[in-house]
Nanobody, 122 residues
Framework: QVQLVESGGGLVQAGGSLRISCAAS????????MGWFEQAPGKEREFVAG????????WYADSVKGRFTISRNNAKNMMYLQMNSLKPDDTAVYYC???????????????WGQGAQVTVSS
């Protein structure tokens, strides 16, 4: 099994930047694709960004393309989401997830972190 722990959430003004991190343990970190999902109040959890096992391929939701960058450092068992040009609509709990899979045109995962709150003020 996989244990995932997010960190780095917080409060930021619109237009600002934030980097959240995910630390993984329990299995070989570099053996699975991973991703970030968000869940805003009253809404379903939605895919934000994904990265394959080696970091050579990335995928982004349309809403964050050009603003967010996903990366990973397998030597450190870490994954990151750099969030730039933040908007109030980005306010959500962000979850680290693995393994990342595409099923019926949707991104899914089996293991989740506890979530990191990101709040973007106007």
């Amino acid at each position: 099994q996989v244990q995932l722990v997010e960190s780095g959430g917080g409060l930021v003004q619109a237009g600002g930047s934030l980097r959240i991190s995910c630390a993984a343990s329990g299995r070989t970190f570099g053996s699975y694709d991973m991703g970030w999902f968000e869940q805003a109040p009253g809404k379903e959890r939605e895919f934000v960004a994904g990265i394959n096992w080696s970091g050579g391929s990335t995928w982004y939701a349309d809403s964050v393309k050009g603003r967010f960058t996903i990366s990973r450092n397998n030597a450190k068992n870490m994954m990151y989401l750099q969030m730039n040009s933040l908007k109030p609509d980005d306010t959500a709990v962000y979850y680290c997830a693995a393994p990342l899979l595409r099923v019926a045109q949707k991104w899914v995962a089996a293991y989740w972190g506890q979530g990191a709150q990101v709040t973007v003020s106007s």
